[in-house]
């Protein structure tokens, strides 16, 4: 086991430099912190439901109800 703690990306340096991968990074967080929300205050971590309908359809109150948060979020700023 090593504790070598020097890490390096898996991308070369051409794609990181690049503006539209900055952009791609920024999209991504926004995108991971809903699917964290979804996933703790949400209660999506875990499916309480059997079949891909049931669950289709949680997944679009959970996400419903993120972006009622979202919108009162928006609107007390």
Do not use: H, Y
């Given at each position: 086991?090593?504790?070598?703690?020097?890490r390096r990306s898996a991308i070369d340096r051409r794609t990181t430099r690049s503006a539209g991968y900055a952009?791609?990074?920024?999209?991504?967080?926004?995108?991971?912190?809903?699917?964290g929300w979804?996933?703790?205050?949400?209660?999506?971590?875990?499916?309480r439901f059997k079949g891909r309908e049931r669950t289709e359809m949680a997944a679009y109150l959970v996400g419903a109800a993120y972006n009622l948060v979202r919108m009162a979020r928006l609107a007390a700023a």
């Open positions: 086991q090593t504790t070598d703690t020097r952009l791609s990074q920024r999209i991504r967080k926004r995108i991971e912190e809903v699917w979804m996933k703790t205050v949400g209660g999506f971590r875990k499916t």
